[in-house]
């Protein structure tokens, strides 16, 4: 795996940011459905969480997220233990938090051509989050309202649905530690 680099100044950024929004999110909805994630409104987007299963550690949750993603044709392109860069620059323990960005190239290659803006929604991101009582959730991005709302050509379409679905099954096996 290639280990990326961040400036410090950016990793104070990305830390600040990252738990500010955190911060202002609202108490996370848990679903009635272990295998469905629970859906949240935050800054008028949808917000994916789903928690660990029973018996299932964040470390085997991330290997499940991993393992997924290479079965699925999914690049694992950077993992952001901001947990960590949090803690080495404040000094004090933090509860893990940990951004991992996956990407199907090919795919983002066609809807960034399609349209450049499509840039910004790039990697993927899956977050594996342990909350203040120990236990953790996997959160991410819902795409179906960004699907609908793109007005996507037709060739275009069925390969965002694509993706989200793969996505859902990726987040679904890091949080019942499917490997």
């Known amino acids: 795996m290639q280990t990326i680099t961040i400036s410090r100044t950016v990793r104070g950024l990305l830390a600040s940011a990252v738990l500010g929004l955190m911060a202002a999110a609202p108490a996370?909805?848990?679903?009635a459905d272990q295998n469905k994630p629970a859906e949240v409104h935050v800054m008028?987007?949808?917000?994916?969480?789903?928690p660990l299963a029973d018996g299932v550690s964040m470390?085997?949750?991330a290997e499940s997220l991993k393992q997924r993603a290479n079965t699925l044709n999914f690049?694992?392109?950077?993992?952001?233990?901001?947990?960590?860069?949090v803690a080495a620059m404040t000094g004090k323990p933090q509860k893990r938090m940990t951004?991992?960005?996956?990407?199907?190239a090919v795919t983002a290659q066609k809807m960034v051509k399609a349209n450049a803006a499509f840039a910004a929604f790039l990697?993927?991101?899956?977050?594996?989050?342990?909350?203040?009582?120990?236990?953790?959730?996997?959160?991410?991005l819902g795409l179906d309202d960004l699907i609908k709302a793109a007005k996507l050509a037709p060739e275009l379409a069925p390969l965002a649905t694509d993706v989200?679905?793969?996505?859902?099954?990726?987040?679904?096996a890091g949080a019942n530690g499917d490997l």
């Open 59 to 61: 470390d085997d949750a």
């Open 75 to 85: 690049k694992l392109v950077a993992e952001l233990p901001l947990s960590e860069q």
């Open 123 to 140: 990697p993927c991101r899956i977050a594996l989050v342990e909350g203040d009582d120990g236990k953790a959730k996997l959160i991410m």
């Open 99 to 104: 951004i991992y960005e996956f990407c199907d």
């Open 28 to 31: 996370w909805a848990v679903s």
């Open 44 to 50: 008028g987007q949808t917000v994916l969480e789903m």
């Open 164 to 172: 989200r679905n793969k996505l859902m099954n990726i987040l679904k």
